[in-house]
């Protein structure tokens, strides 16, 4: 298996860019060049890329321009190839990197756009899970309940920013009629992100409740999750908060010392 | 509409389908066009969460999915398996077209004779694998592995390709049937690709018809291309973005004549037009079909019992 693996490295090479002189010679060149031939896949590979980015980074595009959104695309699949092959995968970190692009200073906001657009591109392609039972929660016995995890619905996303994005998404969507204008200074969000049958439902949270979901997400007790809420305001009622979270589809299951 | 139930054993009709894309769900679960089946892209399917069957769940694709399911026979049809890759096989990709394959029970599943990562690395492209015997027994080896694991046959398709590799010894033709042969797969026939690699390499593309046993050919697939002038030289891309071009509806009808009354689908995936300019392509091979071969209406009927489950 040698000389395959050899050519599908040498491939791998010329479809990265490095034009590859010497592995262009093993590529037969009727009409067109051996370099050339391989510039084809180059080339569409790299659109496959591009466009695989720009469907699922839409308000990105549009916010920096189709030849802006094209240089950064060509810069992160070069530095963050795909490791799938469900396209779909591809873009995860795409919003940190825009994080540290050099030219992009002063969007700052637009990291956080992209992490809305890949929460609702994940919500999309996740399952909507069950809707939590809440009178076999309410089962659960008092012995049993510093033991009490709750779980986030598989297609609920948490994204909290200094940024009003939420509003700087919905106007750049095509369907969007109003106010076009967005004051940066309007403050921040703290959101879910969920699928609600055919929609993703956007819920924007208190910072009690964000806190406790928060938690939630990392994994701590119910308890440890409510102090959360708690330590970030004193008045929130964690009751509500819960029953909201279970109606909204936000938590959608619980475990007790891991059983489900 | 309740659409719950176990979905009944399926076989897909030997009359034309179409690709199922994401723009057209609801016109299709609305219009209910008069196609025999309908392909689905495998990956497109994948968000099912946990593998475990307890969970009914799907993403928002696959709850489409399910419901034409119960309109309509369907096929999966993977591109990023990279079957003809070096890496050891994706389990992963495996596990998770396995799973898929459990939920929806299609009638056929198929993927590309080609390759799309080295080193972990994926182009998410339908790369070309040079033809010898190395990368034959590779090949062969591979689909054993895929078969095995998803306990079923599956069809290879023919690509497109823009070039050739020197160390290459064994026409494609024959790579194909050696291929099917020896690892027990059936061919899928992509006729437009044929077309393709005909003009781009320079062979004579009712050779390769030709060339392809009878009993190994289950599916067809026709599709539009792009014809591209780089340096003065013409290339055919295999775009997707078109109408069957009047040479491969041509090569289609060999095919037939050759092949029977084999299921075949058309294949749109960039620049979608409305459904109804698929479903008339469709109908348009269903003629063919039909004008070549005398008798074959069983395809028309399963498809009515499709909708009757409906009703
Ligand atoms: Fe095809």
Redesign the pocket.
Known sequence: MNALRELQQGFARSVNGDTDEVYAQTVCDAGLSGARRLGIYQHGVAIGFRDALGGVFEVIKKLVGDDYFAHVAESYIQTHPSTSGNVHDFGENFPEYLETFQGLETLPYLPDVARLEWAYHSAFHSPMGEMLNISKLAQVPESQQNQLTLLLSPACYLLRSNFPVLRIWQVNQDDYEGDELVDLEEGGVELAIVREGKQIAFHSLSPGAFAMLEAISFGETFNVSCEAALNIDPDCDVGEILQDAVMNRIVGGFSVKGKA | MALLGKNPEMTIPPRAGIGLRAEHFDDILEHRPDIGWVEAHSENYFGLGATSLNNNGGSKPFEYLERVRHLYPVSLHGVGLSVGSTDPLNQQHLKNLKHLIDRIEPGLVSEHLSWGSVNDRYFNDLLPMPYTEESLDHMVQRINEVQEFLGRQILI?NVSSYLEYKVSTIPEWEFVTELSQRAGCAV?L?V??VYVNAMNHGFNAERFIESIPVESVKEI?L?GHTVKEIDGGVIRLDTHDHLVCDEVWELYRLAVNRFGAVPAMI?WDKDLPKLDVLVAEANRADAIRESQLPVSRTGKLTSEVGRERIA
């Open positions: 398709e899928l992509d437009n690709n697939h599709a294949e």
